[in-house]
T-cell receptor, first 114, second 111 residues
Framework: EADIYQTPRYLVIGTGKKITLECSQT?????MYWYQQDPGMELHLIHYSYGVNSTEKGDLSSESTVSRIRTEHFPLTLESARPSHTSQYLC?????????????FGQGTRLTVV | GEDVEQSLFLSVREGDSSVINCTYTDSSSTYLYWYKQEPGAGLQLLTY?????DMKQDQRLTVLLNKKDKHLSLRIADTQTGDSAIYFCAESMGSWGKLQFGAGTQVVVTP
């Protein structure tokens, strides 16, 4: 069982509000990721981190920001939520097992901005 | 443009074999993966294949890789209703292991 957790699972919030999506993993993985999943299911990488104090933007431009102050914690923040931010957000961490890369995903946060 | 492409939908009868296809563009990809996402859940790693392999079998799952054509497929034998899910093809790019996903294939298993 993967030890990566996201909260909240579901969030409905009004336009203009500031929100933080939490992601925590207890596996000590250095690399963590945030993906945005469209309602049609496509996954887009929006942020990633190599480790503490490392954050990079992903392939899809996002108005969200992330921080990595601790290895186990990789929160994502939207300063002013808009309806266009409505989506599912998936957090993941990866590690190398031998020659393979394995990713663990959280359950996701389904965000609706009204 | 998309680095990893998949067909979006597949319908299959219970007991038949399913074949999900994927093409990728990055010839430097070292590993290719198949993930499964059930409704309301995160992604679960099903299997992976190293780029110097042609085939990998794991119980009901068979992965075929044609590196020349950059084509990857996942065959599920004796498909069950529990196999209904979205299946994502992914490749790892670079030594630090960023995963690039395809758009996912929705597999629906009918009785």
């Amino acid at each position: 069982e993967a030890d990566i957790y996201q909260t909240p699972r579901y969030l409905v919030i009004g336009t203009g509000k500031k929100i933080t999506l939490e992601c925590s993993q207890t596996m000590g993985h250095d690399k963590m990721y945030w993906y945005q999943q469209d309602p049609g299911m496509e996954l887009h990488l929006i942020h990633y981190s190599y480790g503490v104090n490392s954050t990079e933007k992903g392939d899809l431009s996002s108005e969200s920001t992330v921080s990595r102050i601790r290895t186990e914690h990789f929160p994502l923040t939207l300063e002013s939520a808009r309806p266009s931010h409505t989506s599912q957000y998936l957090c993941a961490s990866t590690y190398r097992r031998g020659e393979s890369l394995e990713a663990f995903f959280g359950q996701g946060t389904r965000l609706t901005v009204v | 443009g998309e680095d990893v492409e998949q067909s979006l939908f597949l319908s299959v009868r219970e007991g038949d074999s399913s074949v999900i296809n994927c093409t990728y563009t990055d010839s430097s990809s070292t590993y290719l993966y198949w993930y499964k996402q059930e409704p309301g859940a995160g992604l679960q790693l099903l299997t992976y294949i190293f780029s110097n392999m042609d085939m990998k079998q794991d119980q009901r799952l068979t992965v075929l890789l044609n590196k020349k054509d950059k084509h990857l497929s996942l065959r599920i034998a004796d498909t069950q209703t529990g196999d209904s899910a979205i299946y994502f093809c992914a490749e790892s790019m670079g030594s630090w292991g960023k995963l690039q996903f395809g758009a996912g294939t929705q597999v629906v298993v009918t009785p």
